[in-house]
């Protein structure tokens, strides 16, 4: 049984930043690509950010290409997304996921298992 565990969310000023966590259950977590997505109220699911089984690749939505980051450590079974630069229409809660292959996929249909979610309020 796999579970994730999201943390780091919270309220900040447009213009700041948050690292959310995700922590993995589980002894395969590093043979899996891992994905964090977004839903706003009202909104349908958002994929936001993807990395690959070891970490060499990664994939992001248009709306936080450059502003965020997706990064993984596979000795914590931990991956992090690091949000910069941050706008109020970056609130949502998020999620993270993991797939069931090693890549990089933006299709919540590709991901097999995911958190509770974390909640991430942008003031302007």
């Known amino acids: 049984q796999v579970q994730l565990v999201e943390s780091g969310g919270g309220l900040v000023q447009a213009g700041g930043s948050l690292r959310l966590s995700c922590a993995a259950s589980g002894r395969t977590f590093s043979s899996y690509g891992m994905g964090w997505f977004r839903q706003a109220p009202g909104k349908e699911r958002e994929f936001v950010a993807a990395i690959n089984w070891g970490g060499s690749s990664t994939y992001y939505g248009d709306s936080v290409k450059g502003r965020f980051t997706i990064s993984r450590d596979n000795a914590k079974n931990t991956v992090y997304l690091q949000m910069n630069s941050l706008k109020p229409e970056d609130t949502a809660i998020y999620y993270c996921?993991?797939?069931?292959?090693?890549?990089?996929?933006?299709?919540?249909?590709?991901?097999?298992?995911w958190g509770q979610g974390t909640q991430v309020t942008i003031s302007s």
């Open positions: 996921a993991r797939r069931y292959d090693r890549g990089t996929d933006s299709r919540p249909d590709e991901y097999g298992y």
